[in-house]
Nanobody, 126 residues
Framework: QVQLVESGGGLVQPGDSLRLSCDVS??????????VGWFRQAPGQGREFVATITWSGGYVYYADFVGGRFTISRDIAENMVYLQMNGLKPEDTAVYYC?????????????????WGQGTQVTVSS
């Protein structure tokens, strides 16, 4: 199995930055051929795609709302995936989840991802 553990959420003001981390682990030597993504869910809302990255090649793709503010990355040696969020807005407030799936073809639907972390709360408010 694969385990994902998010961290780094918190309460920040509009315009601030935050870096989320996802610790990826499992009974395998490598996650080559896998894809990892970030999703978010606000109260009363469905789970929303944010960004995704291929484990080996580091190819990235972002949701339109990101508008250049966020950067997804990974550290293969440390089995970590990050989401650097700059210029945060109140509408970014949500629980952020890290998720993973086998195979690298680009997909953004939450239902396509098989493994999920517990989530970390991000609140952007004055």
């Amino acid at each position: 199995q694969v385990q994902l553990v998010e961290s780094g959420g918190g309460l920040v003001q509009p315009g601030d930055s935050l870096r989320l981390s996802c610790d990826v682990s499992g009974r395998r030597r490598t996650f080559s051929g896998w894809r990892v993504g970030w999703f978010r869910q606000a109260p009363g809302q469905g789970r929303e795609f944010v960004a995704t990255i291929t484990w080996s090649g580091g190819y990235v793709y972002y949701a339109d709302f990101v508008g250049g503010r966020f950067t997804i990355s990974r550290d293969i040696a440390e089995n970590m995936v990050y989401l650097q969020m700059n210029g945060l807005k109140p509408e970014d407030t949500a629980v952020y989840y890290c998720a993973a799936k086998q195979r690298v073809p680009l997909v953004t639907a939450p239902s396509e991802y098989d493994y999920w972390g517990q989530g970390t709360q991000v609140t952007v408010s004055s």
